[in-house]
C-alpha cells in the first residue's frame, strides 16, 4: 500500500513534555492515520495516511490537529517529575529488540494487531515474574480474587471512564436473541479483511465490555457496602484491554494484556502507607533480579477533553508512579508497573463507606506482565545463560 504525507504547523508549539502525549493522540484523530510524528521542536507535525487526502480530508484532518493541540497545550503547565528511584545505569547484557528473534523462533506469533500468543519462554519469564508479584501480594496477606475479563457499561458510566478514557475501551456484543438475525448470520457471515460483512443492526444493543483494568473489578464488588472490618487488601491477576490504534506496536503496546494488580482500600493513611511498603519491597526484588529501571510520577493518558485538568491533578497530588524499564535497543523506558492512589475517587463513586460512615480511599500496585517480560528480554537477550543468576536459577533449579 502507498503512503501519503501531510505536514501540519500547530497554531500553538508543543512543549518537549507534551510531545510524547499528542503524538499518541494523533492516532485518534482519523481513520485513515497510519502513523502520526510531532517533529521535536514541537512546530510540525506531520501525518503518513493511508490514501491521498482531497482537500476536505486536509481540512477536516487540519483542523482536528489544531483541535487537539489546543485543548493539550494551551494553559498547560510543566509537571515537576519526581524520580524516587534510578537504577538505569544497573548493567544490562543485551542491546538488541528482542522481538524479530522471538518471531523467527515461534516463541511468539501475532495474530491480529496488539494480540500476540506467547510460547514457553515468555510464558515461564512470565510465571516467574508471577512467582514475585505473589510474594508482594503475600507479605501484605492479600486475599486472591478471579474476576471475569467482561466488565458492565454501567459500572464504568459509574467511575466516569466514558469521558476519561473513550478513546481506548472495547465493546462487547453478541448477535441479536431473534432466529432470522442468527440464521441470516450462519448463512452469510464472512469475514473479510477489514472485519465481519455483518450489519451492525444484527448485534445486541452494547451492555458489557472488554474490562480496562483489574482492580475496578473489586471496587465494583464492594460498592453500596460498608466495607467489613474498614480495610481490604487483595490481589489478582487478569485479561486486560486497551484498544490503542496505530500507537499498537509490539509487545510493548498491546490491545490485549495482562495484569496482576495488589488492591488496598481502607482509610487514607493504610492505602498511602501500604503502597509505600509495596513500593520498597519492589526495590529489594528489582535489584535481585537485575533489572534497570527507573520509578517517577506520571499521569494516567486521559484524552483529550480531559487530559489537561486530570493529569495536573494527578501530578500534583502525586497519584501516580510508573515503574519504568530501560529499553536499551531503543534508548528509551517502558512501563512495567505503576503505583497509584485514587484518593476516596471511587470510594464516593461507589459508595464504598469505611465504618465511620466516610468513603473508603483506595489504591493499587499494577504489573504488565508481557511488558515486564519483554523489558527484561531487551536487557538480557533470549538465551537465558546471560539472564542475572537470581533468574536464571528460579527458572532452572537443577543448576544450582
Ligand atoms: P496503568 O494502570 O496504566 O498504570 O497500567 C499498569 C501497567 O499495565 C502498566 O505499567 C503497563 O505495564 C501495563 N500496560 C498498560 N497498558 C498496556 C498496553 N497497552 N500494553 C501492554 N501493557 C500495558
Ligand atoms: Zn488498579
Not at 473489586?218 to 486486560?240: I, S
Amino acid at each position: 500500500m502507498t503512503d501519503f504525507q501531510i505536514e501540519i504547523v500547530p497554531e500553538l508549539t508543543i512543549p518537549p513534555f507534551l510531545v510524547g502525549e499528542v503524538k499518541s493522540k494523533l492516532a485518534y484523530l482519523d481513520e485513515h492515520i497510519r502513523q502520526g510524528e510531532v517533529a521535536p521542536a514541537g512546530d510540525r507535525i506531520l501525518l503518513v495516511l493511508d490514501l491521498e487526502p482531497d482537500p476536505a480530508l486536509r481540512s477536516s484532518l487540519e483542523s482536528k490537529v489544531q483541535r487537539v493541540v489546543t485543548a493539550l497545550v494551551k494553559g498547560a503547565f510543566k509537571p515537576k517529575v519526581q524520580v524516587l528511584e534510578d537504577c538505569l545505569d544497573r548493567p544490562v547484557t543485551y542491546g538488541r529488540d528482542p522481538l524479530p528473534e522471538l518471531l523467527e523462533r515461534g516463541e511468539v506469533s501475532q495474530e491480529a494487531n496488539g494480540v500476540f500468543a506467547m510460547g514457553p519462554l515468555l510464558s515461564r519469564l512470565i510465571n516467574y515474574f508471577e512467582g514475585r508479584f505473589l510474594g508482594l501480594a503475600d507479605s501484605f496477606a492479600a486475599r486472591p480474587y478471579r474476576f471475569p475479563t467482561l466488565i458492565p457499561a454501567r459500572y464504568m458510566d459509574r467511575v466516569n471512564y466514558f469521558s476519561a478514557f473513550p478513546h481506548s475501551l472495547s465493546f462487547a456484543t453478541h448477535l441479536r436473541t431473534d432466529l432470522d438475525v442468527i440464521d441470516e448470520f450462519a448463512s452469510h457471515a464472512t469475514c473479510g479483511e477489514h472485519g465481519l460483512s455483518t450489519p451492525m443492526e444484527s448485534f445486541s444493543q452494547i451492555e458489557m465490555m472488554l474490562s480496562p483494568a483489574v482492580c475496578y473489578h473489586l471496587y465494583f464488588a464492594l460498592a453500596d457496602k460498608t466495607l467489613p472490618g474498614g480495610q481490604v487488601v487483595a490481589t489478582a491477576v487478569g485479561n486486560c484491554f486497551r484498544f490503542e490504534s496505530s500507537n499498537l506496536a509490539s509487545l510493548e503496546r498491546l490491545w490485549n494484556f495482562t495484569m496482576r494488580e495488589v488492591i488496598f482500600v481502607g482509610a487514607k493513611d493504610f492505602v498511602m502507607q501500604n503502597r509505600e511498603t509495596a513500593r520498597q519491597r519492589m526495590k529489594d526484588t528489582f535489584q535481585e533480579i537485575g533489572l534497570a529501571y527507573k520509578v517517577e510520577s506520571a499521569n494516567d493518558p486521559f484524552f483529550i477533553g480531559e487530559f489537561r485538568k486530570q493529569a495536573a491533578f494527578q501530578s500534583a497530588f502525586q497519584l501516580k508512579y510508573e515503574i519504568r524499564a530501560r529499553l536499551p535497543f531503543k534508548d528509551s523506558t517502558l512501563a512495567v508497573g505503576s503505583y497509584n492512589y485514587h484518593q476516596d475517587f471511587f470510594g464516593r463513586r461507589l459508595n464504598i463507606s469505611l465504618p465511620d460512615g466516610s468513603p473508603a480511599h483506595t489504591g493499587c500496585v499494577a504489573f504488565g506482565l508481557e511488558r515486564i517480560a519483554f523489558a527484561f528480554l531487551a536487557q538480557f537477550g533470549l538465551d537465558p545463560q546471560g539472564w542475572p543468576a537470581a533468574v536464571r536459577q528460579a527458572m532452572n533449579p537443577e543448576e544450582s
